[in-house]
């Protein structure tokens, strides 16, 4: 039987929730969920615990979720928890703050990140939207964390093949998170051992993400169809996809109208769903119906 590796897992949303459930069913079970504080959620702002903690107490496994790593008081608190033989590797997927060295330097085998990109493309915190909006291909990389953003050395790289691409944010955030843990998890053992060494990136090739915006989502509808069902896909379940009508009563008001659903047929853009503001969601006939002159 292989040792047991001893690892505490940095993540907070589904999407890490879902590498932690892949390396589970691969052997890999983690000793601590560092994970960032329960948020008020909704229109009621309820108090919602992120769902790595959720994943983690359903299996009794101890959670932090520090308001910062920076300070001593999390490196107190992470001490109690450090097994008998110490840390072998910790590992981050979707923390969505840097990793100071003082704590990515603590394990013997360092510090991994899952990140759903093919680095050196798509660096930064919307790698998985932005391959939706401006790629044609995806995949995950492990990587060692150094002190740069996405910047350190890569210990391996997969390119994942999606069948009707562009498709929706939250499918290829399932299929990526699967996939992350399944090349995590086929790493991790060489890796602690010490079987296998990081490859320096090529830092010419690049390219840099950015958090997107409400704006971003703007659609023209006498724009490129094939740029709008990608601004569809990578955002109406977020932050929303959207343009504006004028108010069916004639008032001269524009009122906003969010995409819900949309394909591309034979070149043109059909819109399936939408929730005009202030209604429930409805096909695109019946608001054609209602609110289009």
């Known amino acids: 039987m292989s040792k047991k590796i001893h690892f505490a897992f940095f993540g907070t949303p589904q999407f890490s929730a879902n590498i932690l459930s892949t390396l589970e069913k691969n052997g890999f079970s983690p000793d601590l969920v560092i994970a960032a504080p329960d948020k008020p959620v909704g229109r009621k702002h309820t108090i919602t615990p992120p769902a790595t903690k959720v994943w983690a107490q359903n299996r009794q496994i101890p959670v932090l979720q520090p308001k910062t790593l920076k300070d001593d008081a ?174 069916p009563k004639g008032s001269g008001k524009k009122i906003r109208v969010n995409v819900k659903d949309a394909r591309l047929e034979n070149g043109e853009l059909l819109i399936t769903s939408v929730v005009p503001e202030g209604r429930k969601e409805m096909s695109w006939d019946d608001f054609k119906r209602g609110f289009l002159p």
Not at 225 to 238: F, G, Q, T, Y
């Open 74 to 247: 999390f490196k107190i608190e992470l001490k109690k928890y450090t097994p008998k033989g110490g840390w072998d590797v910790f590992i981050v997927a979707a923390y969505a703050k840097l990793i100071p060295r003082d704590v990515f330097d603590i394990p013997k085998a360092k510090t991994l990140n899952v990140h759903p990109s093919l680095l050196p493309k798509l660096r930064g915190p919307s790698p998985i939207q932005s391959a939706i909006l401006t790629e044609n291909e995806t995949g995950v990389t492990i990587m060692q964390i150094d002190e740069e953003l996405d910047h350190g050395p890569t210990v391996a790289i997969k390119k994942v093949n999606i069948n009707d691409w562009p498709i929706k944010l939250s499918k290829l955030e399932e299929i990526l998170a699967e996939e992350g843990g399944k090349l995590l998890s086929s790493v991790l053992p060489d890796w602690v051992s010490g079987k296998i060494q990081a490859q320096p990136q090529d830092h010419s090739r690049a390219t840099f993400t950015s958090k997107l915006t409400t704006a971003d989502g703007l659609l023209n509808l006498k724009d490129n169809p094939a740029d709008n069902i990608r601004k569809i896909m990578a955002l109406s379940e977020r932050s929303g996809a959207f343009f504006y009508t004028e108010h």
